[in-house]
């Protein structure tokens, strides 16, 4: 069938072009959105062109409708910031404050047990000095070596990764790929 000007539908014939119902075709000609050629018949392209006009035809938004569309997309950018922080934490790339807090904390505890060591690590040694600046040479040089210790301090993603895990109740650490081929 050569499809032309001319080519005459009926309804479900054109509601099966248009991918709608049949009722639906009946709708929008009742509303004068779609004109037949006699009852139930229609002229394919005047049709399909009718349709296609009306589909994108802007329609003014109801004020309800219009805070309706911008609360749903409030929603799904929100939606999607939180999935995207959620990936980089789980990629290592961004830490909760709460974590960071923590091994924070975990970091000045060492530095206070350390510091806590020193006079008990000194005692015996500076009470057998009997000269003040043998004292402060040896207390200099403990502290020293309480401040090299700590340079050795490194980030350790792992560490990170079990407070998360440990956080959102996941299992055991599993080994990352990367980690593997190390």
Do not use: C
Not at 151 to 180: I, N
């Amino acid at each position: 069938m050569k499809i032309d000007a001319k080519t005459e539908v009926n309804s479900t014939e054109l509601a099966t072009v248009l991918g709608v119902s049949a009722r639906r075709i009946q709708q929008l000609a009742q509303d004068g959105i779609l004109r037949t050629k006699s009852r139930g018949k229609y002229f394919l392209t005047d049709a399909v062109q009718a349709y296609m006009d009306y589909r994108t035809r802007e329609k003014p938004l109801s004020e309800m409708d219009e805070k309706r569309q911008k609360a749903e997309l409030t929603m799904k950018q929100a939606k999607a910031t939180m999935a995207a922080l959620t990936a980089k934490e789980l990629q290592g790339k961004m830490h909760r404050s709460e974590d960071v807090a923590a091994m924070t904390e975990d970091l000045i505890y060492t530095i206070r047990g350390m510091l806590l060591a020193l006079p008990g690590r000194l005692a015996i040694d500076a009470a057998n000095l009997a000269d003040p600046s043998e004292v402060s040479t040896l207390i200099r040089q403990e502290v020293y070596s309480v401040m090299e210790e700590l340079s050795q301090y490194k980030y350790d993603s792992t560490k990170y990764e079990e407070r998360v895990r440990e956080r959102m109740s996941w299992d055991k650490v599993e080994p990352r790929e990367e980690d593997e081929m190390e």
